[in-house]
């Protein structure tokens, strides 16, 4: 299973653009790359998800380069609430029912968001 | 639609006891897997179930078990409570040969004194 690596932590203001980098340079042939997002005292929530080169939703978007060993998770004009943490995680492409929920989640990226 | 829903959402038990938590999926959702928690730390994964069978488990002992209902939801049990067993327990759903989006409920908080 591939394992991801990212920053343990990470500051920001409010209005800013927050990008935060994973690597995970043994991703297999067949996983996507999720980003989930966790409130203290809450389970984590699904943000956005891709395969390659760039995924855009209403709440963030996600650049793969070529080579799928790392992706960025770009966060426009970030808020108080966006105060959380950021995992990344790789895991099998759908379809293969057997990895799912097998999902290795590392300690996250800690954002922290300031007026 | 509800989302995942978990019981109870905090539990104070002493060590050598056994715990029951409970989860109930997403609508539409079949598989459920289980999640611990420490504090400070990523949710760890303890098992899945599909189809009322143990599909995958983590690294975690023969105490922790499970069991999955033909509705869908899922028990998880966890006898001779250890200090260590303290965490947050996370339940998740999904569709099996879906994408792996996980959806999670709020989780239990467990604390072993």
């Known amino acids: 299973l591939a394992k991801t690596t990212q920053p343990i932590s990470m500051d920001s203001y409010e209005g800013q653009e927050v990008n935060i980098t994973c690597s995970h340079n043994?991703?297999?042939?067949?996983?996507?790359i999720t980003w989930y997002q966790q409130f203290p005292s809450q389970g984590p929530r699904f943000i956005i998800q891709?395969?390659?080169t760039k995924v855009t939703n209403e709440v963030a978007s996600l650049f793969i380069p070529a080579d799928r060993k790392s992706s960025t998770l770009s966060l426009p004009r970030v808020s108080l609430s966006d105060t959380a943490v950021y995992y990344c995680?790789?895991?099998?492409?759908?379809?293969?029912?057997?990895?799912?929920?097998?999902?290795?989640f590392g300690k996250g990226t800690k954002l922290s968001v300031k007026p | 639609d509800a989302g995942v829903t978990q019981s109870p959402t905090h539990l104070i038990k002493t060590r050598g006891q056994q715990v029951t938590l409970r989860c109930s999926p997403k609508?539409?959702?079949?598989?459920v897997s289980w999640y611990q928690q420490a504090l400070g730390q990523g949710p760890q994964f303890i098992f899945q179930?599909?189809?009322?069978?143990?599909?995958q488990r983590g690294n975690f002992p023969d105490r922790f078990s499970g069991h999955q209902f033909p509705n869908y939801s899922s028990e998880l049990n966890v006898n001779a409570l250890l200090l260590g067993d303290s965490a947050l327990y996370l339940c998740?759903?999904?569709?099996?040969?879906?994408?792996?989006?996980?959806?999670f409920g709020s989780g239990t908080q467990l604390s072993v004194l």
């Open positions: 891709g395969y390659k």
């Open positions: 998740a759903s999904s569709v099996t040969g879906g994408n792996e989006k996980l959806f």
């Open positions: 995680l790789v895991g099998d492409s759908r379809g293969n029912g057997g990895s799912q929920g097998n999902l290795i």
């Open positions: 609508s539409g959702h079949d598989t």
């Open positions: 043994n991703i297999a042939t067949n996983d996507y």
């Open positions: 179930y599909y189809e009322e069978e143990e599909r």
